[in-house]
């Protein structure tokens, strides 16, 4: 085979100590335990099948997971799993900067069938803060506009509709929101003119009494 030809990262899998693989920072990783106990008897049972997908840190010399957490947190839980595969996780890297490997854990997500709204929601936040667009994670995560909206509402941050310098495609989705509240303040302002008068004229009154 040439070596220019790709090889997906399947098909380079390391065998890798778990004290040097680590949990990324943006995923909530929450999951109940009746899974987690399903997960820990397939693992009992039919070893590790699949490996944890993750991003090699040199500056840190440890390899940061992208997908893969639960399988990996079986392994720091139980110790007949720990010492059946010597401390070691099958692990698959990929070589991408952090709102690629942010992308990809969503991708992994939702490929499986998986929608975790506090995943996602903490994602896009995070993926506005560095800078990415609405059209970028819409093409980059399978989202509709309507959904990243959605998402955005979810995590209660106003920032992430008032910056509009977060990236030069960033384009507010809610700005027919933003309007209405400007129609609302406005509509207000003759009753505030209105009582303002009243005010006035009683003043006057005082006066000439």
Known sequence: MN??????PAYQVLS?????VVPNTYNPNAV???????????IKEDGYTMPIVCYYSRAQ??????????????????K?????????LPVTVIDKPLSNRMASTIRHNRARGSHDVDLMSNIVKELHTIGRSDAWIAKHMGMSRDEILRLKQITGL?????DVKFGQAWKPVEEPEAQKGSEE???KLPE???????AGELKEAEEIK
């Open 61 to 78: 010399d440890v390899y940061v997971i992208v997908d893969g957490f639960h399988r990996y947190r079986i392994m720091l839980d139980h």
């Open 158 to 162: 106003t920032e992430l509709f008032r």
């Open 32 to 42: 109940a335990p009746p899974e987690m106990r399903l997960l820990y008897d397939s």
């Open 16 to 20: 890798v100590p778990i004290e040097k």
């Open 80 to 88: 007949d799993i720990y010492q059946r595969e010597n401390g070691r």
């Open 3 to 8: 070596d220019s030809v790709y090889k997906s």
């Open 185 to 187: 303040e406005e509509e």
């Open 192 to 198: 505030d003119l209105e009582e303002s008068k009243e």
